[in-house]
């Protein structure tokens, strides 16, 4: 079973930058689906954006255009390049794997704080 492991949240300025990443135990290859998730208090999880392993990568409305989601196949790790924060990106931020035969896996989650 692959585990995920997600790293980089903390503490950031509104305005700053944070790259998080996802740490996969084994080779991605066969994970032909990726994405970051998050989730504030009191609100439910919801996507941030996603990744295929042919590339194709969809992002929620509003970080688009601030946020990168990219995938290392040779590293088995995807990323999330988080520019121009703001104070309701934080939330916890999961990375999530899902493989052809449906099998899925979640990260532990890493805390994204955005204030000053």
């Known amino acids: 079973q692959i585990q995920l492991v997600e790293s980089g949240g903390g503490l950031v300025q509104p305005g700053g930058s944070l790259r998080l990443s996802c740490a996969a135990s084994?080779?991605?290859?066969?994970?032909?689906?990726m994405g970051w998730y998050r989730q504030a208090p009191g609100k439910q999880r919801e996507y941030v954006a996603t990744i295929t392993s042919r590339g194709n990568i969809n992002y929620l409305d509003s970080v688009k255009g601030r946020f990168t989601i990219s995938r290392d196949n040779t590293k088995n790790t995807m990323y999330l390049q988080m520019n121009s924060v703001k104070p309701e990106d934080t939330a916890v931020y999961y990375c999530?794997?899902?493989?052809?035969?449906?099998?899925?896996?979640w990260g532990q989650g890493t805390q994204v704080t955005v204030s000053s």
């Open positions: 084994e080779s991605i290859f066969s994970i032909y689906f």
């Open positions: 999530y794997g899902k493989k052809w035969l449906g099998e899925e896996y």
